[in-house]
């Protein structure tokens, strides 16, 4: 007992004491740590045992620093060789027993392999179906050159959003997220205007999930019943002939059109009833129509669940699905082959060129694609060696430059031109196969069944963050929520019934939360905290001013495509 002898306010324990920043919040978990018993002291399950004196005196300690002066100073407060590890944390009684923290932050790290492809999954969303579209606005060349300018500027943002809460001096910011950082610098107006931006990305994805729930429940629907019924359907008349065939469902219509069947073949064994049939299920199964209203009956009643645990269990299938899709564009791709001719400025018959001046609807596109800004810090907390986190980050958005790379390349490239135009790509690419293509079945069912596990969650996001600012609890009342689950419905259901393009309705989505969560407050934050440190430069002011420029600029050009 050598060590409880020893001064508590000794000159080496002070100054230990000083270099801890803790914050201010008097809520703070480190205020109030609970003290460390030996193995042997721990009680399981019998509440009469004590602790020992050991553990006693070492719990007088840690009070005794506590109570020395105000809890927002941190000057006397408890040193961190006071302190046990994390996975050494057990809660102290009143009636002098001790319990074992379940659950501790230890036992939850994980390694770097674990957190890259977490980041991978997480970033892995719809915005994959609208790659091969993007680079088709842009230009085979220009859009490949586009996805790796826009991932590098995406990755240094985020980059700077990790460090963020680091360079905050004298407070405790380890559980701080981007938001708090923007209320830091920013005051209520950071803090409100990033919930604000960060619900434009998420309502936005909501919306895109109804759009391509009701596609891909639409066309299952088709596919079940063409099959149960003998029924040889082509989906549209430009296409191509073969076992793989392509489609290109809208050539005379714009991007809102609905997919409906431009030709039907019925064995000469069918009979009228069957066409009679055939155009009443047609009038009850329509995407636009009917489809997007059939959805309510089953989501809205599971956004309106208290807690989304559940359905947590299932974001595996995100993983699944992408893997699924990969496999599904190889194999493609083999089978259709190459279809390449290079004209860098003029349009041909058959072939775009490869500078188009659409490009900002594929950066709009991109910028959703590799967005992960409003929660990598919280994704980078998990990681067991948080010195790699700059390097897992990076291995990450490498990993997710290249799968979109593959994806858009492969399916641009294979699209078979001629007989079929370039600009038949579909803002889903999966809409160029037909209701027929069972392989395509299969990725519509994986995708259909994931999203309907997803879309709660995103729901669940949106009502904690909205719910928690304006009335301080996460589940005010069935009636908030109901509300609140009307409103995101809603214009999910206007969306897929009247412009049910999801390209269009990514760019713009991207492009806003963009604005302010990837370029403008990032870029901000990283100067204001250089300037306090006096070590802004005028060429990292001037490369920060562009990069606010460029993301005004990329919201701005969306409305002009």
């Not at 519509?444 to 600012?469: A, E, S």
Request: aromatic share 14%.
């Amino acid at each position: 007992m050598e060590d409880d002898c020893k001064p508590l306010l000794s000159p080496e324990q002070t100054v230990e004491s000083q270099s801890y920043g803790g914050s201010t919040d008097s809520l703070d978990v480190k205020v109030k740590r609970p003290f460390h018993v030996e193995p042997r002291n721990i009680v399981d399950h019998d509440p009469q045992e004590r602790v020992s004196a050991e553990a006693a005196i070492l719990n007088s300690r840690v009070h005794y620093y506590g109570r020395l002066t105000a809890s927002s100073d941190r000057l006397l407060s408890p040193p961190n060789h006071v302190i046990p590890h994390p996975e050494e944390i057990y809660v102290y009684s009143p009636l002098g027993t001790a319990f074992k923290v379940t659950g501790s932050d230890h036992s939850s790290k994980n390694p770097s392999i674990v957190t890259i492809f977490a980041i991978w999954n997480t970033m892995m969303g719809t915005s994959i179906l609208s790659i091969p579209w993007g680079i088709k606005q842009a230009g085979f060349t220009l859009g490949i050159l586009i996805l790796i300018l826009i991932g590098l500027l995406m990755l240094y943002c985020c980059y700077i959003v990790l460090k963020s809460p680091k360079a905050i001096p004298y407070v405790d910011t380890s559980h701080w997220e981007f938001p708090d950082v923007c209320r830091y610098y920013f005051g209520a107006f950071g803090q409100w205007s990033s919930l604000v931006f960060s619900m434009v990305s998420l309502i936005g994805a909501m919306v895109v999930y109804w759009v391509l729930m009701s596609n891909f429940l639409y066309n299952t629907g088709q596919f079940i019943y063409n099959y149960a019924h003998n029924v040889n359907a082509s989906d549209s008349e430009f296409g191509t002939n073969g076992s793989e065939r392509v489609i290109c469902p809208f050539p005379n219509t714009g991007p809102g059109g609905n997919s409906t069947m431009a030709s039907l073949f019925i064995n000469s064994s069918s009979s009228g009833n069957e066409t009679s049939d055939f155009t009443s299920f047609e009038h009850w199964w329509s995407k636009t129509n009917t489809i997007p209203l059939y959805l309510i009956v089953l989501l809205l009643p599971l956004l309106c669940f208290r807690s989304a645990s559940f359905f947590a269990r299932f974001t595996f299938l995100g993983t699944i699905s992408v893997m699924y899709l990969i496999a599904l564009v190889t194999i493609k791709s083999v089978r259709l082959g190459f279809h390449l001719e290079f004209h860098w400025f003029e349009t041909t018959g058959f072939y775009v060129p490869e500078f188009r001046v659409c490009f900002p609807q594929l950066t709009g596109v991109l910028t959703l694609a590799f967005f992960i800004h409003n929660c990598i810090i919280t994704l980078m907390k998990s990681n067991k060696n948080q010195e790699n986190n700059v390097r897992d980050l990076s291995v990450a958005y490498l990993l997710v430059g290249l799968t979109y790379l593959y994806v858009g390349v492969l399916i641009f490239a294979s699209f078979p031109s001629p007989p079929l135009f370039k600009d038949c790509i579909e803002p889903n690419f999966l809409d160029n196969y037909p209701s027929s293509d069972v392989m395509v079945f299969v990725a519509r069912m994986f995708l259909l069944f994931q999203m309907i596990t997803v879309y709660p969650l995103l729901g669940y996001l949106v009502r904690v963050q909205v719910m928690g600012q304006i009335f301080g609890k996460h589940y005010p009342s069935f009636f908030h929520i109901l509300a609140l689950n009307i409103l995101i419905v809603g214009s999910g259901v206007l969306m897929a019934k009247f412009y049910p393009n999801i390209g269009s309705i990514i760019r713009f989505s991207g492009a806003t939360c963009g604005l302010a969560l990837v370029f403008v407050f990032p870029a901000l934050v990283h100067m204001i905290s250089l300037k306090r440190r006096g070590a802004l430069r005028w060429p990292s002011a001037v490369f920060h001013s562009l990069l606010i420029l460029l993301g005004l600029a990329n919201m701005v050009a969306q409305f002009f495509m």
